[in-house]
C-alpha cells in the first residue's frame, strides 16, 4: 500500500535559517503532492501544489521540489520566522482520495 | 476572504448514540470532503462527495456513516451508532475546482464518545 513518511517528527530551526522538510513516499507516483500547515487544533492549511511534471515550486518564502526518481518531495521555508512554527502535512493523491503524512512539527526558535 | 465552518466545535456523546456534524462549505465550492485525526495520529480520509452522491469512501466509512447534503449550502456527517474509536476530530473539506486538489477545511469538531 501507499506509504508517506516524512523525515522527522519534530525539527528545530534558528529564526532566520531555512527550514527543510522532506516527504518520502513508496510505490508509484502521484501525478501532484500537496503541501499544508496544521496549527494546534486547528484544520490544514493548504499551502502548495506540485505536478509530477514540475521539478519547482515557489510561494513567496515557500518553495517545494518533486523529483519522482527519488520518490521524494523538499519543502523549504527560507528565512523562518518564529511564526513558521506549526505542524507541515505533506499529502498525495492515491485512489481518488488524498493521503496525508503524519507530518513534521516545526519549531522556529528565536 | 471565505471559509469552511464546521459546528458544533466539542460534542460529547454516549456510546451507541447518533451524531450529526454539521459543515457549511464555502459556497461556490462543488466537492466536499470529511477527514478524521485521531489525537496525534495522521488525518484520515472519509469520504469525498460530489454532484449529490459519494464520489469515494475508505474503509472507515462503514455502514455507520453517511453524508448528506440536505439543502444548498450545509454538508453533514451522521455516525448512527458511536463507539469509544469513534472519538476523534473531525474535519470538513471542499474545494472548487478538481477533486482532491487545494483542500479548504474547517476548524473541526472535537468527537469524544464515553
Known amino acids: 500500500s501507499q506509504k508517506i513518511e516524512q523525515n522527522s517528527e519534530a525539527l528545530n530551526i534558528q529564526e532566520g535559517k531555512t527550514a527543510t522538510l522532506t516527504c518520502n513516499y513508496t510505490n508509484y507516483s502521484p501525478a501532484y503532492l500537496q503541501w499544508y500547515r496544521q496549527d494546534p487544533g486547528r484544520g490544514p492549511v493548504f499551502l502548495l501544489l506540485?505536478?509530477?511534471?514540475?521539478k519547482e515550486k515557489r510561494k513567496e518564502r515557500l518553495k517545494v521540489t518533486f523529483d519522482t526518481t527519488l520518490k521524494q518531495s523538499l519543502f523549504h521555508i527560507t528565512a523562518s520566522q518564529p511564526a513558521d512554527s506549526a505542524t507541515y502535512l505533506c499529502?498525495?493523491?492515491?485512489?481518488?482520495?488524498?493521503?496525508f503524512g503524519k507530518g513534521t512539527r516545526l519549531h522556529i526558535l528565536p | 476572504e471565505p471559509e469552511v465552518t464546521q459546528t458544533p466545535s466539542h460534542q460529547v456523546t454516549q456510546m451507541g448514540q447518533e451524531v450529526i456534524l454539521r459543515c457549511v462549505p464555502i459556497s461556490n465550492h462543488l466537492y466536499f470532503y470529511w477527514y478524521r485525526q485521531i489525537l496525534g495520529q495522521k488525518v484520515e480520509f472519509l469520504v469525498s462527495f460530489y454532484n449529490n452522491e459519494i464520489s469515494e469512501k475508505s474503509e472507515i466509512f462503514d455502514d455507520q456513516f453517511s453524508v448528506e447534503r440536505p439543502d444548498g449550502s450545509n454538508f453533514t456527517l451522521k455516525i448512527r451508532s458511536t463507539k469509544l474509536e469513534d472519538s476523534a476530530m473531525y474535519f470538513c473539506a471542499s474545494n472548487l475546482d478538481r477533486l482532491n486538489e487545494k483542500l479548504f477545511f474547517g476548524s473541526g469538531t472535537q468527537l469524544s464518545v464515553l
Open positions: 499529502a498525495l493523491d492515491r485512489d481518488d482520495k488524498i493521503i
Open positions: 506540485i505536478r509530477e511534471n514540475e
